[in-house]
Nanobody
Framework: VQLVESGGGLVQPGGSLILSCTAS????????MAWYRKAPGKSRELVAT???????AYADSVKGRFTISRDNAKNTTYLQMTKLKRGDTAVYYC???????????????WGQGTRVTVSA
């Protein structure tokens, strides 16, 4: 079971970027999915979460600018980022709580991270 992120890169302030994260492996279903980020010299920050029935929650710093979504048929979550600021520069990590067939306990999984740099 693994998570693979894509979509990071360099973008100018005010620009937009979409990150995606796809789960693969022996998965029955996925509970909560989330995006975290870690900027240099700062602790890891929860950016956004989405439940299995698509209830969303956001950090105050990204409300109104970022949108999290998911496609359960594709085991994929997306993070649409708009009006990007220099302060959004970080490595973004995907998180998902996997339910495996015939196993009660959910498996927490992390992606490898994708770098987002906001700079002119």
């Amino acid at each position: 079971v693994q998570l693979v992120e894509s979509g990071g890169g360099l973008v100018q302030p005010g620009g937009s970027l979409i990150l995606s994260c796809t789960a693969s492996g022996n998965i029955f279903s996925i509970n909560d999915m989330a995006w975290y980020r870690k900027a240099p010299g700062k602790s890891r920050e929860l950016v956004a979460t989405i439940s299995s029935d698509s209830n969303e929650a956001y950090a105050d710093s990204v409300k109104g600018r970022f949108t999290i979504s998911r496609d359960n048929a594709k085991n994929t979550t997306y993070l649409q980022m708009t009006k990007l600021k220099r302060g959004d520069t970080a490595v973004y990590y995907c998180y998902a709580e996997m339910i495996r067939p015939a196993i009660v306990d959910p498996l927490p999984c992390w992606g490898q991270g994708t770098r987002v740099t906001v700079s002119a």
